[in-house]
C-alpha cells in the first residue's frame, strides 16, 4: 500500500524544509533592482547574518551554493603556488580541498578518516613541519556533513596561537550555520563560509563569506584576486549592484529577509537548543533499535556529535530498503550515506543520515523516527523495541 500522499518531508541534510512564510515572500512580481524596496530591504541583512554567526566581522554575499562559498574564500586567502592545510574529518573537507587544487592551490592533508573529530596533536606535527607563514590557511569542517562529526574550532583556534602560526583559520558551516552553536568572534575563526538552503531555510542560491580584519589584510598583500569573487567590494558596498557583482538574486532576498526574521524572533540560543534537543530525542532511539539489530551511529561519542545531521550505519541492503521504503510509502525522504564507501561496501549503500536543520519541529521529528521505525517492520530489519517510547521522553523532559 502506499501511504504517500500528504504533506512530505525531505530530511536530508540540505536543501532542508523551506518554510512557507520564506515561499511566500519569494512569490512576487520582480521589483526594481536600482532604488526603493528591494534596495533598503538588503542593507537590513547584513546585521542579521552577523547575529546569526556571532560576530562584528564582514560579510560578503554571493549568489552561489556551497561550493560557490569554497571557491570565493579560497580566491580572497591565496593564489597559484600558496599552500593550505586541510584538516580532514569527511567528505567536505576533501570538496574544499579538490577546488583548491584546482585553482593551484596546494592543499596538504591531516586525515582523519570518517569516524573521528580533528587530533590536535597530529594536527600540531603537520604545523611544525614547516616554518609559520609556509600556509596560508588551514581548512577545517565545524560540521562535516558526510560523517555528522562536530569539530571543536576554538581548539584550533588555540594551537594555532600557540604555535604562532599566520595561517588563516578557514571554517566550513555550511551544514552547522543556524543549527549547531557557533560564535566566530569569540572561537577565532578569521574566515567562515555558509549557504542559504540548511540552516537558513531559504531555496539554495546564495552563499556568505564571512572575514575579520585579519583576514581582509592579508588579502591586500594577496599580488591578485579574481574580480568575482573579490570580498572587499560585496563586504562594503555603495550601490545594490556591489553585493553581488551584477544583478541581485531578487526573490533570494525577500526570502531570506523572513527566515533571518524567524531566526530573530526564536533567538540563536534558542534555535541551537532546539536543535539540540531534536537531536538527542533521534540518538535515544537509535540507541534503542540498535540495541537488538544492525543500527548504529557513525559517531559513537555524544559530544562531538553534529545536532543538524546524524550518519549511521545499517549495512546492505538494510540502508537502501528503508530509504526507498520512507521514500515510497511514507513521504519521507532520508538521506543517502556520502563518502563512505568501504571496500565491502564501495557505494556505501550501508550508511544513510537524517537531516533535521533549519524548519523541523518535535511533530516532525516523531513523524520521521515513528515511520522509519514502520519502515524497518516492512523491511524485515531486526531493531530493539522502546525506541519512540525513549524518544518521546526526550521530548517530554524538554
Ligand atoms: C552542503 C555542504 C556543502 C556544499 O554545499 P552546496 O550548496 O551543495 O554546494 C559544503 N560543506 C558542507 C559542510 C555542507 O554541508
Known amino acids: 500500500m502506499n501511504l504517500s500522499n500528504g504533506q512530505t518531508y525531505l530530511a536530508i541534510p540540505g536543501p532542508s524544509v523551506i518554510p512557507e512564510a520564506v515561499l511566500r515572500a519569494m512569490h512576487r512580481?520582480?521589483?526594481?533592482?536600482?532604488?526603493g524596496e528591494l534596495v533598503d530591504l538588503t542593507h537590513t541583512l547584513v546585521p542579521d547574518l552577523r547575529y546569526v554567526a556571532q560576530t562584528e566581522g564582514n560579510v560578503a554575499l554571493y549568489i552561489a551554493n556551497g561550493h560557490g562559498a569554497w571557491e570565493a574564500a579560497l580566491a580572497n586567502m591565496a593564489?597559484?603556488?600558496?599552500?593550505?592545510l586541510v584538516a580532514a574529518t569527511g567528505w567536505f573537507a576533501?570538496?574544499?580541498?579538490k577546488m583548491a587544487r584546482a585553482m593551484g592551490i596546494q592543499a596538504d592533508f591531516v586525515e582523519y578518516g570518517t569516524q573521528s573529530t580533528i587530533d590536535l596533536d597530529a594536527l600540531e606535527t603537520a604545523l611544525r613541519a614547516y616554518p609559520s607563514d609556509y600556509y596560508k590557511a588551514v581548512l577545517v569542517t565545524?560540521?562535516?556533513t558526510s560523517t555528522s562529526v562536530k569539530n571543536d574550532i576554538a581548539t584550533v583556534r588555540s594551537l594555532?596561537?600557540?604555535?604562532g602560526s599566520n595561517a588563516l583559520l578557514a571554517v566550513d558551516c555550511v551544514a552547522s550555520l543556524g543549527c549547531d552553536e557557533f560564535k566566530m568572534d569569540t572561537w577565532g575563526a578569521d574566515v567562515m563560509v555558509a549557504a542559504c538552503?540548511?540552516?537558513?531555510?531559504v531555496p539554495a542560491g546564495m552563499a556568505f563569506v564571512y572575514f575579520n580584519d585579519e583576514a581582509a589584510k592579508c588579502q591586500k598583500q594577496l599580488p591578485y584576486v579574481s574580480s568575482?569573487?573579490?570580498?572587499?567590494?560585496?563586504a562594503n558596498p555603495e550601490i545594490l549592484a556591489h553585493y553581488f557583482c551584477g544583478t541581485a538574486p531578487t526573490h533570494h532576498l525577500y526570502g531570506l529577509r523572513v527566515a533571518l526574521d524567524m531566526i530573530r524572533a526564536e533567538g540563536i540560543e534558542n534555535i541551537w537548543t532546539r536543535h539540540e534537543t531534536l537531536a538527542r530525542a533521534i540518538w535515544a532511539a537509535v540507541e534503542c533499535w540498535g540495541a537488538d539489530g544492525p543500527m548504529r551511529m557513525n559517531i559513537q561519542d555524544k559530544s562531538l556529535r553534529s545536532t543538524a545531521v546524524t550518519a549511521l550505519h545499517m549495512g546492505i541492503p538494510h540502508a537502501k530498503n528503508l530509504r526507498n521504503w520512507t521514500q515510497h510509502s511514507a513521504g519521507l525522504t532520508l538521506g543517502i550515506g556520502l563518502g563512505m564507501s568501504t571496500p565491502e561496501d564501495p557505494k556505501g549503500d550501508g550508511f544513510f543520515r537524517f537531516g533535521h536543520m533549519?524548519?523541523?519541529n518535535a511533530q516532525m521529528i516523531l513523524g520521521m523516527l515513528s515511520t522509519v521505525q514502520a519502515g524497518l517492520i516492512a523491511n524485515n530489519i531486526p531493531y530493539g523495541t522502546g525506541a519512540i517510547d525513549a524518544a518521546t521522553h526526550v521530548l517530554a523532559g524538554a
Open 29 to 35: 512580481a520582480s521589483p526594481n533592482i536600482y532604488e
Open 79 to 84: 593564489c597559484h603556488g600558496d599552500r593550505v
Open 94 to 97: 576533501h570538496g574544499w580541498a
Open 142 to 144: 565545524h560540521v562535516d
Open 160 to 163: 594555532l596561537d600557540d604555535l
Open 197 to 201: 538552503q540548511k540552516g537558513l531555510m
Open 228 to 234: 568575482y569573487w573579490e570580498w572587499g567590494q560585496r
Open 358 to 360: 533549519g524548519h523541523v
